[in-house]
T-cell receptor
Framework: DADVTQTPRNRITKTGKRIMLECSQT?????MYWYRQDPGLGLRLIYY???????NKGEISDGYSVSRQAQAKFSLSLESAIPNQTALYFC???????????FGPGTRLTVL | DAKTTQPPSMDCAEGRAANLPCNHS???????VYWYRQIHSQGPQYIIH???NNETNEMASLIITEDRKSSTLILPHATLRDTAVYYC????????????FGTGTRLQVTL
């Protein structure tokens, strides 16, 4: 079984809808991250969390919110989706030691 | 965190060594060099990291110049499965472990 899982893997939605992307991990890591990737570009950090009570904004947090329900779960929400949020979204985990991060398979989100 | 410069693309014949360069001329003393790769829209995969000494693991070798202003990732015997975008990232491990991905180098391994 994969160590970092994301659901759904693909989602098509309409402008204005509320969307939640979920991430679960079995690696036992405290740190979790959400990134987005636009075509031809690198990944950009949306939010990150160092433990259940710690939530921090990344470089592009506007229009997004997150919830760290447990050490193993970190959800990303789009309260009112807009077309320029169409992207590939990745969740990652890390221990902080060595800064190695482990990425999930990604969620492809399309907002029409 | 220091910025990095990488060539946008490179080709390599299968079985040959792939040498991917990265410039990080503004790197500071407490910043590490990390390499990740992304195979066709999959999640990025950690490869290796180093501070100032050369490093080697089962995937690759990392050569950092003495002045630390540039580095080279070496895949000793590239295979078709190494075709991917390779990202060089400079990171202060004392910060929040926030990886900043640029556009990377697209390595195409050919027969």
């Amino acid at each position: 079984d994969a160590d970092v899982t994301q659901t759904p893997r693909n989602r098509i939605t309409k402008t204005g809808k509320r969307i939640m992307l979920e991430c679960s991990q079995t690696k036992g890591h405290d740190r979790m991250y959400w990134y987005r990737q636009d075509p031809g570009l690198g990944l950009r950090l949306i939010y990150y969390s160092f433990d259940v009570k710690d939530i921090n904004k990344g470089e592009i947090s506007d229009g997004y919110s997150v919830s760290r329900q447990a050490q193993a779960k970190f959800s990303l929400s789009l309260e009112s989706a807009i077309p320029n949020q169409t992207a590939l979204y990745f969740c990652a985990t890390g221990t902080g030691v060595g800064n190695e991060q482990f990425f999930g398979p990604g969620t492809r989100l399309t907002v029409l | 965190d220091a910025k990095t410069t990488q060539p946008p693309s490179m080709d390599c014949a299968e079985g040959r060594a792939a040498n991917l360069p990265c410039n990080h001329s503004t790197i500071s003393g407490n910043e590490y060099v990390y390499w990740y790769r992304q195979i066709h829209s999959q999640g990025p995969q950690y490869i290796i990291h180093g501070l100032k000494n050369n490093e080697t693991n089962e995937m690759a070798s990392l050569i950092i110049t003495e002045d630390r202003k540039s580095s080279t990732l070496i895949l000793p015997h590239a295979t078709l499965r190494d075709t991917a975008v390779y990202y060089c990232i400079v990171l202060n491990t004392g910060t929040a472990s926030k990886l900043t991905f640029g556009t990377g180098t697209r390595l195409q391994v050919t027969l």
